[in-house]
């Protein structure tokens, strides 16, 4: 059974920093796909950063424009666990962020789509005010 614990959120204030870790159990993170995405009530989850599939050959890591030099997605394969560390904040990042794996191959900036994933994890919430 594959599970997905996120933790790390809380309150920051704009400007500060915080490091978002995504824990697996029941299937090994360097082989799949692996996505952070962001929801807030009324709008859709959104892709923020992932690393594509080892099998199609990429893995690379991809952020949407509004993260870029800002978030940076790592990955510890010794601890399965996958981090978003982001810094600089801003009072749009604030959310509930969501990490997600799948089995099946994802490539390329696809991997951002949320709709390619099945497991979910349950979420952290993200806060950002003075």
């Known amino acids: 059974q594959v599970q997905l614990v996120e933790s790390g959120g809380g309150l920051v204030q704009p400007g500060g920093s915080l490091r978002l870790s995504c824990a697996a159990s029941?299937?090994?993170?360097?082989?799949?796909?692996i996505g952070w995405f962001r929801q807030v009530p009324g709008k859709k989850r959104e892709g923020v950063s992932c690393i594509s599939s080892s099998s199609s050959g990429d893995r690379n890591s991809y952020y949407t424009d509004s993260v870029k030099d800002r978030f940076t997605i790592s990955r510890d394969n010794a601890k399965n666990t996958v981090y978003l560390q982001m810094n600089s904040l801003k009072a749009e990042d604030a959310a509930f962020y969501y990490c997600?794996?799948?089995?099946?191959?994802?490539?390329?900036?696809?991997?951002?789509?949320?709709?390619?994933?099945?497991?979910w994890g349950q979420g952290t919430q993200v806060t950002v005010s003075s």
């Open positions: 997600a794996t799948d089995t099946s191959i994802i490539g390329g900036r696809q991997c951002l789509n949320p709709s390619w994933y099945d497991y």
């Open positions: 029941g299937l090994t993170l360097d082989t799949y796909a």
